[in-house]
């Protein structure tokens, strides 16, 4: 071990800062967990990142010249070139956040850093469900809808570094639910787990036969797809609304940019092969052949092992 | 003229093939028009090609070996690694067509083909509208609806080569017009020149007020365009219509993919600022704001030259 390099990947949340250090193939070694400290303008995250790192590579005998690189996945608009993070409202940065300079100076190598939603689509593309594609899109299922898009192996950023918000395509034209970015009518707004639990309530207020939804004091998208998957009528249509809503928007991206893949990941992809076969039939109705038959969708492989993976990958590749 | 190097782009079309020598720079110096000739399975048209230019250099005095290289677009779709072009039905070429060997062998200088709707896109890129940008997207109102996504400087060409399959993207998803592709509620269906017109005449079936497109035996997209511009309120609901869906179909796009400038073009696109205007209304109302803000949208400039400019960018950057 002690003349392997490694890699050093860091995905910083909002609660948490996930570490790890892999080999260059982005293989996990070890990995570990610190808490965001937010207080006093997240002016701390940072240091103690560092801290941490130099901590575990001495408890684990690692010398530091065997660490190669690392990559960072933060939560906000990024300018990669410049490697600053704009906007990062909830760790308490100021705007034109010098993050990668800050994360080099505290870690002692070379650092690229990433939007977290495409560091995460790197990842599944490195090591999970988007291996050996070089086009693919991947898309998170949350509390919102977040995306990332990668052609030629690579993620596109566009003129204002806003490509793969694809939890902002116009799902809903005409009399649409107001989504948080202001506009009415996002993807965001009936396809994440917050929306999911919405249609159900609303189909919920109009329905006169039974359903085991109707006893519950507070909905979870789990409870949705619990009950559909028993064949409760009134969480299946809830759950068809949402393929319905998906296939649509995929369908359009697919005809777009015949990805190779489409990478389907977040806690309400946890819902699995039976939302997944739901999705894919409302694609097919209305992709473009061609792209009907020649994009996959898959589930994410990775969880939340995602944006480490793809904070490697930035480590390996963009350094 | 004699030391100067030229560029050779070709772009075949159903009925006519057009031709030009260029610049390094992507300037016209000479360009005419030879006739599609599809009988026998079109097996004279690259050998016309080939004595075309030939003959034209000679006409010119330009010596052979002043001729850099050569750019193909063709209407169909194209494997650019392999060189071959799959079912050009409207030239009669079998299936798996090695289009780039025989140009080159007919014309004696290394050639890349691209389908024609992506060259026009790289033709708008180099020397029309799209000039400065690396991510652009273009679409051709016209007859159908084309389209080519150019990201980082490159075409996008997705898993089979069905990527900027604009017109395809579901517009309409419930109760849609048939496509020819086979899939109802398509783009093209709403948003080409025969959409228009099948829209102007629906409204017209249900229209009790005075219209001047009343009076006419067979409505022209320009018809509808006139009319609207003077003012008559059927034809501009007709347009907004348009407006409508194409905004909200690159809104979409937009959030995905963030490009700097989207390049309109084709017939319908005549109507010019008039229609622009309304499109970018219809496009800030759907569009992700970031996106709204940062992505611009453009009419094309080179008209029919875009495609021999498009073939030249080819022969200067794919050979």
Same mark, same amino acid.
């Given at each position: 071990?002690?003349?392997?390099? %490694?890699?050093?990947?860091?995905?910083?949340?909002?609660?948490?800062?996930?570490?790890?250090?892999?080999?260059?193939?982005?293989?996990?070694?070890?990995?570990?967990?610190?808490?965001?400290?937010? /207080?006093?303008?997240?002016?701390?995250?940072?240091?103690?990142?560092?801290?941490?790192?130099?901590?575990?590579?001495?408890?684990?005998?690692?010398?530091?010249?065997?660490?190669?690189?690392?990559?960072?996945?933060?939560?906000?608009?990024?300018?990669?070139?410049?490697?600053?993070? %704009?906007?990062?409202?909830?760790? !308490?940065?100021?705007?034109? %956040?010098?993050?990668?300079?800050?994360?080099?100076?505290?870690?002692?190598?070379?650092?690229?850093?990433?939007?977290?939603?495409?560091?995460?689509?790197?990842?599944?593309?490195?090591? !999970?469900?988007?291996?050996?594609?070089?086009?693919?899109?991947?898309?998170?299922?949350?509390?919102?809808?977040?995306?990332?898009?990668?052609?030629?192996?690579?993620?596109?950023?566009?003129?204002? !570094?806003?490509?793969?918000?694809?939890?902002?395509?116009?799902?809903?034209?005409?009399?649409?639910?107001?989504?948080?970015?202001?506009?009415?009518?996002?993807?965001?707004?009936?396809?994440?787990?917050?929306?999911?639990?919405?249609?159900?309530?609303?189909?919920?207020?109009?329905?006169?036969?039974?359903?085991?939804?109707?006893?519950?004091?507070?909905?979870?998208?789990?409870?949705?797809?619990?009950?559909?998957?028993?064949?409760? /009528?009134?969480?299946?249509?809830?759950?068809?609304?949402?393929?319905?809503?998906?296939?649509?928007?995929?369908?359009?991206?697919?005809?777009?940019?015949?990805?190779?893949?489409?990478?389907?990941?977040?806690?309400?992809?946890?819902?699995?092969?039976?939302?997944?076969?739901?999705?894919?039939?409302? %694609?097919?109705?209305?992709?473009?052949?061609?792209?009907? /038959?020649?994009?996959?969708?898959?589930?994410?492989?990775?969880?939340?092992?995602?944006?480490?993976?793809?904070?490697?990958?930035?480590?390996?590749?963009?350094?």
């Amino acid at each position: 071990m002690a003349n392997e390099k %490694f890699l050093l990947g860091i995905d910083i949340g909002g609660t948490s800062v996930k570490l790890a250090f892999l080999t260059e193939e982005g293989d996990i070694v070890h990995n570990w967990e610190i808490p965001t400290n937010i /207080e006093n303008n997240g002016s701390s995250i940072i240091p103690d990142i560092g801290e941490a790192v130099h901590k575990k590579l001495a408890e684990l005998n690692i010398p530091h010249e065997n660490l190669k690189a690392a990559g960072v996945g933060a939560p906000g608009p990024i300018d990669t070139e410049k490697g600053v993070m %704009f906007e990062a409202v909830n760790l !308490g940065w100021p705007d034109n %956040f010098p993050l990668r300079d800050l994360v080099q100076e505290a870690v002692g190598v070379p650092v690229a850093i990433e939007n977290d939603a495409n560091s995460a689509a790197l990842g599944e593309m490195w090591k !999970g469900a988007g291996k050996g594609a070089k086009d693919l899109i991947a898309i998170t299922l949350g509390t919102g809808v977040g995306g990332g898009v990668i052609v030629s192996g690579d993620i596109v950023h566009g003129a204002k !570094g806003a490509a793969g918000e694809i939890g902002h395509i116009t799902a809903v034209p005409q009399g649409g639910y107001m989504c948080n970015c202001g506009k009415a009518g996002c993807l965001e707004t009936v396809a994440s787990a917050t929306g999911i639990v919405r249609t159900a309530k609303e189909l919920l207020a109009d329905y006169t036969g039974d359903s085991p939804l109707k006893g519950l004091n507070d909905i979870t998208a789990k409870d949705i797809f619990d009950s559909a998957q028993a064949g409760d /009528e009134l969480a299946l249509s809830t759950v068809d609304t949402l393929a319905d809503h998906l296939g649509l928007a995929l369908a359009n991206i697919g005809s777009v940019f015949n990805p190779e893949r489409i990478v389907i990941g977040g806690g309400v992809s946890k819902a699995g092969d039976f939302l997944l076969g739901k999705i894919e039939q409302a %694609f097919k109705k209305y992709a473009f052949k061609p792209v009907g /038959e020649s994009t996959e969708i898959v589930l994410a492989q990775l969880g939340n092992d995602a944006g480490i993976a793809g904070a490697a990958w930035l480590a390996a590749n963009k350094n």
